[in-house]
């Protein structure tokens, strides 16, 4: 059996992505795949029990038969870890995640592990990354999320962590105007000095997007009309403050977006109403005109009714662009599209030491 942790060196950097899109891969080709999140620090309580949305939301995809508290053994929630810095929990952490990893490892081809965070996460209690591959045998694949051009200290920093175990790197959200920057002069580099780039990932609309009912729920906003589009998916958004005359112009620019406008505006909103717009963002607490909803209803686009005004409701939204989970549909096949273009499959399963069952 082969274990392979998928883990990077900040949040939000698509772990969750390439742990569903290799997973997918490993079973179309007929390998038998187990999922674990050792350590978990997004874990909340639902109605009793203890979810991590990631480990529930993959233990679903794969149809694992394994429970949700063996898929994810270790949720550091904030009360947990008073408990432990007080010296209150004295819970042998090492020994249940060995427990959880025997449960979901059994029958297995291969192990996909997703750490957390980052590489450090865990430590206090003895399982950073390092020492849970160690533990486990793992080998690791590290996202590296591109934020500047030097994302070869990353990706060199991971080496030094994690030395030879580390399989190589993955860069993740490279701008189209970088990406042949990174092919040609980033990835060679570091295939020079021992890290094995395995895809270089463009940034993507589609999986930076937020559903409409997302955006609601973060505004803490009511939808007021067409519910039933909460999961259509956001990627642009625009404000609408400008006269009416430029408004059809201006938001003809930008496809499935949401526009954000004062709820007095019913002349730019109706405008909006008449491109590929996703839902309107009304703000002041000014409902919406019975015109206004009538042509939402029609063309199915949900209206959000929030009591921020506009440039509060612009700077809460931006907070969470980029940081939803990859849990709808249209994200996971676009990722995986985007790997099957993309990713070395062939030297990854060189180094696991795997062969497909189905070719």
Do not use: W
Not at 115 to 126: D, L, P, S, T, W
Not at 231 to 238: N, R
């Amino acid at each position: 059996m082969k274990v392979l942790y998928i883990t990077s060196t900040v949040t939000f950097s698509g772990k969750t992505a390439l742990c569903i899109g290799l997973g997918s891969k490993f079973k179309r080709d007929g390998l038998a795949v187990g999922y674990m999140k050792p350590v978990s620090t997004t874990a909340r309580k639902v109605a009793g029990q203890i979810i991590d949305e990631d480990a529930q939301f993959i233990r679903q995809t794969f149809d694992l038969a394994e429970p949700l508290e063996a898929i994810a053994p270790i949720a550091l929630m904030p009360k947990v870890v008073e408990d432990i810095l007080a010296g209150q929990d004295k819970t042998d952490f090492i020994a249940r995640l060995r427990e959880a990893y025997a449960k979901v490892s059994q029958g297995k081809d291969v192990v996909v592990l997703e750490g957390g965070a980052h590489c450090m996460e865990g430590a206090f209690i003895g399982l950073s990354a390092p020492l849970v591959a160690d533990l486990l045998g793992a080998r690791e694949l590290v996202v590296i999320k591109y934020t500047s051009d030097l994302v070869v200290d990353d990706a060199l920093g991971a080496k030094a962590l994690f030395g030879d175990s580390m399989m190589g790197v993955v860069i993740n959200t490279v701008p189209r105007q970088r990406m042949r920057f990174v092919q040609e002069m980033v990835k060679p580099y570091l295939e020079e000095r021992g890290v094995k780039v395995f895809a270089v990932l463009p940034q993507e609309r589609l999986l930076m997007s937020i559903s409409v009912g997302q955006l609601a729920e973060c505004l803490g906003a009511q939808i007021v009309c067409c519910p039933e589009a909460s999961e259509e998916l956001v990627e642009y958004l625009m404000v609408g403050a400008m006269n009416v005359d430029s408004a059809l112009t201006y938001f003809r620019r930008k496809p499935n977006k949401a526009v954000i406008t004062g709820g007095d505006r019913s002349d730019i909103q109706l405008a909006a109403l008449e491109t590929s717009t996703k839902c309107l963002i009304l703000t002041g607490n000014f409902p919406p005109s019975p015109l206004i909803l009538g042509r939402a209803e029609e063309v199915g686009v949900p209206v959000i009714l929030t009591k921020q005004d506009t440039l509060t409701t612009v700077e809460i939204i931006e907070q969470f662009f980029g940081k939803t989970r990859l849990h709808q549909e249209k994200k996971v096949q676009r990722f995986q599209e985007m790997l099957n273009e993309r990713f070395d499959f062939e030297a990854l399963y060189a180094d696991l030491g795997l062969n497909p069952i189905r070719s």
